[in-house]
């Protein structure tokens, strides 16, 4: 009787993937890791000139992106003494191939040698006052997806998870920088206006539909993590319009330069 061999553990199978990652970037170790989210993609190109880039699916355990605005590429990025590890889009929640493809690319970025982790996305904003295109760091999280990434009794410790010293860097680089908890909810419709109004009371004043389940992995990586939403529309129920995906794309076109900006000047500092 043969045996087939037992399937790779998400961690092997990571493993491969950044192994698979040095030869066809050439580039041998990455330092920070960047994940660009709803709005993010016209950034990339003020972090640097692209020593290589390469298709998600090019990786093992990677499979294809799905949404509009979201290109499934990797950039490895020369910038100044660093490797730039950036990821031109993720594996959402909602597109129910599970947790641990959601995690992959954080596993893998980590298994790449990346102590560091720059985490955005595109949002809706609770705080009164606050504009599509703004910025806000992420102070802390609330997880609605009702999941984990990490299996078994590993209990990962996820006090200041998002970095107090890299959101303090942030804030020197731009003292108008704003601070707030972000809520997950599993998606993919968007919340009710009840909801939002629920996420309130709990105590989140931005909503989407990824990063905590990234954070969570790369935690549990032992990782730096930098969380940086982008508020790209009100909360449903607060601007008496219905959402739409295209306002998302318009407010990160918008808000391109100064996301780019940002995000140069960060990675310059960690
Ligand atoms: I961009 O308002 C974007 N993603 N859940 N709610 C949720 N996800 C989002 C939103 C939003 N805007």
């Avoid at 739409?244 to 960690?270: D, F, P, T, Y």
Wanted: overall charge negative; charged content about 15%.
């Amino acid at each position: 009787m043969t045996h087939a061999a037992p399937a790779p553990t998400p961690y092997e199978l990571a493993g491969s993937a950044a192994e698979r990652l040095a030869e066809l970037t050439g580039v041998e170790r990455h330092d920070i890791a960047l994940v660009l989210g709803s709005g993010w993609l016209p950034a990339v190109d003020a972090l640097g000139e692209a020593t290589a880039e390469i298709d998600t699916t090019d990786l093992p355990g990677f499979s294809a992106a799905a949404v509009a605005g979201h290109s499934g590429k990797i950039r490895s990025i020369r910038s100044g003494d660093r490797n730039l590890l950036v990821f031109l889009s993720r594996t959402h929640f909602y597109e129910g191939k599970g947790v641990a493809a959601v995690v992959h690319p954080i596993r893998t970025a980590a298994a790449a040698g990346c102590s560091a982790i720059v985490l955005t996305n595109g949002c809706g904003g609770l705080k009164p006052g606050w504009k599509p295109g703004q910025p806000v760091l992420i102070s802390d999280h609330i997880n609605l997806t009702g999941t984990s990434p990490i299996v078994g009794a590993n209990f990962v410790d996820l006090t200041d998870l998002y970095s107090p010293r890299l959101r303090a860097m942030c804030q020197e680089i731009d003292s108008s920088l704003d601070e707030g908890v972000y809520v997950q909810f599993p998606g993919p419709h968007y919340e009710t206006p009840a909801e939002v109004r629920m996420a309130g009371v709990m105590g989140g004043h931005l909503v989407g539909m990824s990063t905590t389940l990234e954070a969570i992995a790369a935690r549990e990586a032992g990782m730096e993590i930098l969380g940086i939403s982008l508020v790209t529309n009100l909360a449903a129920g607060l601007s008496g319009e219905p959402l739409n995906h295209e306002e998302v794309l318009e407010a990160g076109k918008a808000a391109a330069s100064r996301m780019g900006g940002l995000l140069s000047q960060v990675v310059a500092k960690i």
